[in-house]
Nanobody
């Protein structure tokens, strides 16, 4: 059974940094795109970033490009999202997802971790 468990969320002041992690079990990162999405109550889940199975290609939403960095450690089956220069509009629940095909198809996601950025 595939499980994705996010951690690292919390409360931070604007301009601060957080590092999110996602540990996977029941699956390996090989051959899968891994992504981060976020969601604010009452709004649809929003794409944040994704990384290809070999770590060579990455994709970022325009709102986070230059501030967030996605990475993966295949040996540890861990996905990370380094978030710098955080803004209040980054406040959301962040989810880790597994993508079996391409950048925009995802089949498993975790329970999410709350990120709150105060102004």
């Amino acid at each position: 059974q595939v499980q994705l468990v996010e951690s690292g969320g919390g409360l931070v002041q604007a301009g601060g940094s957080l590092r999110l992690s996602c540990e996977a079990s029941g699956t390996t990162f090989s051959s899968y795109v891994m992504g981060w999405f976020r969601q604010v109550p009452g709004k649809e889940r929003e794409f944040v970033s994704a990384i290809a199975w070999n770590g060579g290609n990455t994709l970022y939403a325009g709102s986070v490009k230059g501030r967030f960095t996605i990475s993966r450690d295949k040996g540890k089956n861990t996905l990370s999202l380094q978030m710098n220069s955080l803004k209040p509009e980054d406040t959301a629940v962040y989810y880790c997802l597994r993508g079996p095909s391409g950048w925009w198809t995802y089949d498993y996601w975790g329970q999410g971790t709350q990120v709150t950025v105060s102004s």
